[in-house]
């Protein structure tokens, strides 16, 4: 099959450039072995937000007191928080197949491989193997979590945040490795569901990459929840310990918790 134009890569980057270039009378097609949507839709920026909804609601109610209103006997049903996650990434991921329907857009679910110029390799999840052609090339593959081997990622007990988008249940401990945008955000999130947290961060501060009032501001804010942040500390290593972690680190000190979260930035796609 030939077209105009093939797109490796069905995130924002892949998806957007799609339905442009069928919208200019290209015939075109994305190779994407997940949904479409990318990691932005399925495991990053839309999930985690309906998972901060969820927390800043019983924030809010744990709160209510302060405002004369009384709310007696709540609880959290977990599996329906996941659940309203799971409903509106379906939603937006029905919305990107629709457009791509109007659009004549084809997907082709597998993994794409550039094998010559305008020849890409298609293989499918059952192995098989295709054969496309197309005058034009967009390479849109993404990226995934970072992982350094001594911190014993094992998708279980040590997770990143694709894992902990799928928990079934609120951990009792977590300690957070990495204090950028990721782990502060999925810091607070568990914390207002009950987690006990720690944030451990290599950088003088939480949020480096930010300005540094911004990031004094979320670290007071953070204290001020129970959140405890580790700044200027460097992990040895994370071993498993009776069903949880062992993190100790290069202080000799050990920090024992029911999972441990990677969050130490992304790393691409190839």
Do not use: W
Not at 212 to 231: A, H, P, Y
């Amino acid at each position: 099959m030939s077209y105009d134009v093939i797109i490796i890569g069905g995130g924002p980057g892949g998806y957007v450039a799609a339905i442009r270039a069928a919208q200019l009378g290209a015939k075109v097609c994305v190779v994407e072995k997940d949904n479409l949507g990318g990691t932005c839709l399925n495991r990053g920026c839309i999930p985690t937000k309906a998972l901060v909804a969820s927390a800043s609601l019983l924030s809010q109610i744990k709160q209510a007191s302060k405002f004369g209103i009384t709310i007696d006997g709540f609880s959290i049903d977990f599996p329906r928080i996941m659940e309203r996650k799971n409903e509106i990434v379906a939603g937006l991921v029905q919305g990107i197949e629709f457009l791509f329907k109007r659009h004549k857009v084809q997907k082709i679910s597998g993994t794409g491989k550039i094998i010559q110029s305008g020849v890409v390799e298609v293989t499918d999840s059952e192995g098989n193997v295709d054969q496309i052609s197309g005058s034009n090339i967009i390479i849109a593959t993404g990226s995934e979590p970072a992982l350094i081997s001594s911190l014993g990622y094992n998708g279980t007990t040590v997770i990143t945040s694709n894992e902990a988008l799928e928990l079934k249940e609120i951990p009792e401990s977590l300690l957070v490795i990495g204090g950028g945008v990721i782990g502060c955000e999925f810091a607070t999130i568990f914390h207002e569901m009950g987690t006990k947290v720690t944030v451990v961060e290599a950088l003088a501060t939480i949020l480096p990459m930010v300005d540094q009032e911004i990031s004094r501001r979320l670290q007071s804010i953070l204290k001020k929840k129970g959140i405890q942040t580790k700044t200027k500390t460097m992990i040895k290593s994370v071993s498993t310990d009776n069903g949880g972690i062992v993190a100790t680190l290069e202080s000799g000190e050990e920090i024992k918790a029911q999972k441990a979260l990677i969050s130490i930035g992304r790393t691409f796609n190839t």
